[in-house]
């Protein structure tokens, strides 16, 4: 799936001042409105490893900025769930485009409009977009545990 955002003027009288967004997506050829656009405003995790994903986003819970919930193989972040980032297990190593791999125990960071897929090859998982960095513990205030891979697949029961 392709998508576009197209912005125009709601009126001539406007045009400077007020812009209207118009999101549309593209399959088959066709042009169909989204029918929830807010999944193209928030981040979005495809999980498309063979693993459980611990995603950060939403309201905080626990006095952290942001909850945590699972995200089993094969499913993406819901609609209307603004995606923070994923948790990195320790036993885990996730290969970065700007910048060198890293270790967990961590957490990755992508932005609110972010669309990213996360795949695996053995214990290092492949980001297919670049991500907006890789936080320890106490670096941001979110849940970042010293989990293995293990103790992440039992948190997430």
Avoid at 18 to 27: G, L
Avoid at 76 to 98: A, M
Avoid at 111 to 124: A, E, I, L, R, S
Avoid at 134 to 154: A, F, M, P
Wanted: proline share 3%.
């Amino acid at each position: 799936m392709n998508c576009r955002i197209v912005a125009y003027p709601k009126s001539e009288a406007s045009m400077t001042t007020n812009m209207e967004v118009d999101i549309m997506k593209e399959q088959n050829g066709q042009s169909s409105a989204v029918t929830d656009p807010r999944r193209l405003l928030n981040g979005t995790i495809f999980n498309e490893t063979q693993e459980v994903l611990m995603v950060f986003g939403g309201e905080g819970q626990g006095g952290f900025d942001n909850s945590i919930i699972s995200l089993q193989p094969g499913q993406h972040t819901v609609d209307g769930f603004d995606c923070d980032g994923f948790y990195l297990p320790s036993d885990r190593t996730v290969g970065q485009i700007v910048d060198t791999a890293k270790q967990g125990p961590a957490a990755v960071k992508i932005k609110d409009y972010q669309t990213m897929k996360v795949t695996q090859d053995g214990n290092f998982y492949v980001l297919d977009t670049h991500n907006w960095g890789v936080y320890r513990q106490g670096e941001l205030n979110w849940d970042i545990r010293d989990y293995t891979y293990q103790q992440v697949k039992e948190w997430s029961e």
